[in-house]
């Protein structure tokens, strides 16, 4: 564990734990010392001649105090080792974060990863903070209580010494016992809180259809009664590994107590050296006896570990040695072939975008359209062929570069806390306010500004929450103006908007595309007939190619596509319109 975690935080940032480990074995080993004192002490007191006890009494003094500066450091040890470790497992999950593929970013790791910044990274401190000291004082003190009675007495230290495999087997069996109960219990426990989430968020959806609170048979009864069968499972399994622990520390204690009596009864040992002994005995399996709680808080923080390993271990986005500058802003696949985990989605995609030119994406839903818009910024990398960007393959340039050639409009948008100016600034840092309002306008956002009571100053709430879907698209399409990059990569929204929020989002794309070269994903009939040209993508593959005219002309899958787009929009007017 100890050494899994420096390996985790760097042999440099692990000096501060090992001073701390240091620490706490001195401060273990004196405490041992300090409790075998204990025996000298009785014997003496006991003894022929009582006013023997002061040397030893002195001597106790002496390695108690030592033992309080030992502790007392440690403690500051622990408290800079807790800090250094959150800084730097802080510092390390940031910087890989900063230099993962954006296309890692799923909602669903997205969630993982809040958990493993928080839960995780706490659970793995709580080891120098809580775990360390016991456990270091749970092996080292006994270990060094039992090789000092054989100053006084071998045989029975011996006899302690005997007990030694039985705890340790016991203690395996007991542990083995209640790992697996316990890893059970935690899976479901993390099954149920997204449950609860799920059930929190979609109440809108499960109240519509009668599966609100009161009723049974949801995920989250499941996951519920999942959970409690877990716990359960933990307790029948888990109790008799513990009762089996404290006994086989009994029996240890019992052990070491009959060999001194029969010792005693054969005049070997004097009383009051049992009596040292033994008090030395329960010094000896108490600190042992607490370890068994230790268990799964341990198992935790190793699990913690783990996850925050396996962030760190995930490949990161190469970077070029040598970057390569592109030459204009033309856009090109060459026989692409793509797929996520395994599933191929794109199967030898070959287009070229040309430089100021629009080009329409159109095929059906899971076609693999948006993967091929999130291939040119490099949300992810190819798996043969090539994507270029003004003539270079978008691995040889340099990430900051090609990341500001392009803007992308998605149609899940995310507005930060903050006012709309602040949203729209998002696209370019340092522009001035006259720079903000200027996209603003041409997006159609300072319509939206002049209805809110606090006007641009007007708080969007956080995700954008106080704005609709087609308002917070214009602060998108604003944020891209603002940018002023010549590539533009358009996600058109499928969601239907009003008549008002359609034609102003209509126009400020109109005022984003202009001069650019610009890929639509497009859903509206208004778009791809305006493309320069249309691809239709079906199962990965560009099928058609060609103009709106050639396209409809050649009667084929777009010229179908084209056919039920406008029935359904007849359809949806008329439905309007009655
Ligand atoms: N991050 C991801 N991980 C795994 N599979 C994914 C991921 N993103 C998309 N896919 C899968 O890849 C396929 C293509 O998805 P993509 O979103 O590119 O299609 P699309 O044509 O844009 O669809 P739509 O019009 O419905 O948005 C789908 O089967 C989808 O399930």
Known sequence: MIRRLIDVVGPRQARPLRRMIALLVVGAVLQGIAFTLLVPVLRALFGQDPDEVWPWLWALLGVSLLYAGAYFWSLLAGFEAGAALSRTLHRHIGDRVAALPLGWFGPERVGRLGHLATKSVMDVMGVPAHLLRPLVTSFVTPATVVVLMYLFDWRLALAATLTVPLIVLVHRWSTSLTRRADEARTAAAAATGGRVVEFAQNQPVLRVFGRGAGNSGTPLDEALRTQTEASRRVLVTG???????????????????????????????????????????????????????????????????????GLLAEPTLPRPDRPAV????????????????????????????????????????????TTVSKLVPRFWDVDSGVVRVGGVDVRDIDPEVLMSRVSIVFQDVYLFQGSILDNIRVGRPGADDAEVRRAARLAGVDEIVHRLPDGWDAQVGEGGALLSGGERQRVSIARAILKDAPIVLLDEATASLDPENERAVQDAL?????????????????????ADQILFLDRGRVTERGTHAELVASGGAYASFWTERNKAQDWSLAGHRS
């Open 239 to 309: 109790v008799p590994g513990l009762i089996g622990f404290a006994l086989a520390i009994q029996a240890a204690f019992t052990v070491v107590l009959v060999a001194g009596v029969y010792l005693v009864l054969d005049g070997d040992l004097g009383v009051a050296e049992l009596l040292a002994l033994l008090v030395l005995a329960v010094r000896f399996t108490e600190p042992i006896a607490e370890t068994a709680v230790l268990g799964s808080t341990l198992r935790t923080a190793g699990a913690a570990l783990d996850r925050v390993a």
């Open 326 to 369: 592109p030459v204009g802003n033309t856009v090109e696949f060459e026989d692409v072939h793509f797929g996520y985990d395994g599933k191929q989605v794109l199967s030898g995609v070959s287009m070229t975008l040309a430089e100021g030119t629009m080009t329409a994406l159109v095929g059906p839903s899971g076609a693999g359209k």
């Open 510 to 530: 109109s005022a984003l595309s202009a001069g650019r070269t610009l890929l639509v994903i497009a859903h509206r009939l208004g778009t791809v007939a305006a």
